[in-house]
């Protein structure tokens, strides 16, 4: 029977499939207890399932290519440390020969157990990270019983998942296995896993658990995650209209590809940036490509990840100075190491086990706590200065000290460089990512000491509403659209503006063309996004008379609620 359901868009796209519903993502395992001369061989079978788990994590990491990479990759390096946590492996391996219980079943109790200890954490983060312990578990219990358990896992092709959560490790599986489409009913349009499927293509769209609980496995379901509207068993009526709208987005694709070589410009003459966010060199060479005007965020901490060995100055020097050739003179932004929070390493270079990571030593503050670290990394990229114009981006800054002591290394780097008989840029200009909110509401005691500003608004958001875009529970309140957000970047703007000092963002928000007209009208004419994402924004931005804009954006700033801002937005 034909019914229509609706739902928030988490990533655009129409399909038509068959509808995979999955559980929600809960371990069950019967009780059953094993004889004495059975425990033993069913411990060798829980070690091999873990040995076998980790090498499919692995194979996974090393398939990863470009931005995938760093957005996957983060959440497999996590995974990877929960298999090797003492906690979760002694304990089942003590449960097994003291309870003589079959794996599975000590499986079951012992995530039990871990799940009870997280849920009573008080900081949300740390409460967040049960669902990697649930997505670890599943994975145990798949290899336990390999053979029917990745289907029901990933999906299969020409099916549109119907899932309470899917895992950002999940998604690169289900697009190569033809999953069409996902639907859940927990997330948020800027968790994780949303903007891996924004990257992919993938449509996926969240709705309430009760509706999607409305949908039975095997029946027709027609995917409009533009409109945000799910119809189960379409009629004639509702096929016809998708296949027009599926014409239309054809048409509109093939005028997006003409517009690779099209000026990024209004309609009233003004020229607006786009670069890209990068850390590869397949990223770099797509941009290139798709007519950006740089690099704004070149992450450095792909070199890291997964490495038991800090990459050193020549292995960075060869990755920073390949992107700025690739670029071929348009300027390439580098940010410093980035990692602490969800970006695990395995090199020992981030603390392994921080109450609060989020709030923790990452960013700059690991920078500056591993001094050698950093002087190796601002020396490599002041050589790739030498082959063409490179700015040096310092993340998670929240006062002037931090940017005083990088400026310190910097000079004294390139000092060395020059007596050590290195050519390096004559000029290169140094940043700070405004993503703390010390920093933003402190930005004018702060710009004397950099040289060009890049708002980083995933964290700002995160930081500004105390909402992890990661935590369900919270998902609906992460939202750029928060009165505070809004002001936030107009007074991070107006500081710029008023110091005359260069200002981007390179936040999901920039590569999201429902957002910029915002961004325009609030004063950002430098925008920094996945490449997948230029052409999209390209043509947004050339619908746009930014005089307009800015005569209207008053009416942002007087909204006292989000409501009234999305109303002021749809005005634009």
């Known amino acids: 029977m034909r019914a229509r359901l609706s739902g928030v868009t988490a990533s655009r796209g129409l399909a038509l499939g068959r509808a995979r519903v999955r559980a929600p993502h809960v371990v069950e395992a019967e009780e059953r207890r094993l004889s004495s001369e059975a425990v033993e061989p069913e411990i060798a079978r829980l070690v091999d399932a873990i040995r076998f788990t980790r090498a499919e994590l692995a194979a996974l990491r090393d398939q990863l290519q470009g931005a995938l990479a760093q957005e996957v990759g983060e959440f497999l390096d996590v995974h990877a440390l929960l298999l090797d946590d003492p906690d979760l492996v002694s304990g089942l391996v003590e449960m097994i020969r003291s309870g003589r219980y079959a794996a599975s079943y000590a499986l079951k109790l012992q995530r039990d157990r871990l799940a009870a200890v997280f849920s009573a954490m008080e900081d949300p983060y740390l409460r967040s990270r049960r669902e990697d312990l649930d997505h670890v578990i599943g994975r145990l219990q798949a290899a336990l019983q390999r053979g029917t358990a990745e289907d029901d896992i990933i999906g299969l092709a020409g099916e549109v998942l119907v899932a309470d959560t899917v895992s950002p490790t999940e998604l690169v599986p289900m697009v190569e296995r033809g999953v069409l489409a996902v639907l859940v009913s927990r997330g948020s349009p800027m968790s994780h896993s949303a903007i891996l499927a924004r990257s992919l293509g993938l449509p996926m769209l969240i709705a309430p658990a009760e509706a999607l609980a409305a949908i039975p496995d095997g029946v027709a379901v027609m ?16 096929l016809a209209d998708l296949r027009e709208r599926e014409a239309a987005e054809a048409r509109e694709q093939r005028s997006l590809v003409r517009l690779r070589v099209a000026a990024t410009r209004t309609r009233d003459g003004v020229d607006i940036a786009l670069m890209a966010n990068a850390e590869s060199r397949d990223d770099v060479a797509r941009a290139r490509q798709l007519g950006a005007a740089g690099v704004g965020l070149l992450r450095t901490e792909f070199l890291f990840l997964q490495r038991t060995e800090v990459p050193d100055e020549e292995e960075q020097y060869a990755a920073c100075r390949d992107a700025v050739l690739a670029m071929e003179g348009r300027p390439v932004t580098l940010r410093t190491l980035d990692l602490g929070a969800d970006k695990a390493d395995a090199s020992g270079i981030a603390l392994p086990r921080e109450p609060n990571p989020a709030l923790g030593l990452r960013g700059v503050r ?8 950093l002087r190796t990394q601002l020396r490599a990229m002041l050589r790739a200065s030498a082959h063409g114009p490179v700015r040096i981006l310092v993340p998670m800054v929240s006062q002037r000290e931090e940017m005083l002591a990088v400026r310190r290394h910097l000079r004294e780097c390139e000092r060395e460089l020059r007596r050590e008989g290195h050519p390096v840029g004559a000029h290169t200009p140094l940043g700070a990512m405004i993503e703390v909110p010390a920093a ?12 060009f500003v890049s708002i980083g608004t995933n964290d700002l958001i995160q930081y500004l509403l105390a909402a992890d875009r990661g935590n369900d529970a919270v998902g609906a309140l992460f939202s750029p659209l928060h009165p505070a957000v809004i002001r936030a970047l107009h007074e991070i703007l107006a500081a710029c503006r008023r110091t005359r000092k260069p200002a981007s963002i390179c936040g999901e928000m920039a590569g999201d063309p429902q957002y910029t007209r915002l961004l325009l009208a609030l004063g950002l004419t430098e925008l920094s996004m996945h490449p997948a994402n230029i052409l999209e924004v390209r043509a947004a931005v050339r619908r746009c008379e930014l005089s307009a804009l ?11 609620d989000r409501s009234a801002v999305e109303r002021a937005v749809a005005r634009l």
Do not use: K, S, W
Not at 550 to 560: F, S, T, V
């Open 440 to 451: 933003a509401f402190a930005l004018a005691t702060l710009l004397d000491t950099m040289d």
């Open 366 to 373: 690991l920078a500056l706590a591993r001094p050698a670290l």
């Open 223 to 238: 995917v409009d995650a533009g409109r945000g509207e799910v119809i189960v068993e379409p009629g004639p009526e509702d």
């Open 550 to 560: 800015r005569r209207r954006a008053g009416a942002l700033l007087r909204a006292r």
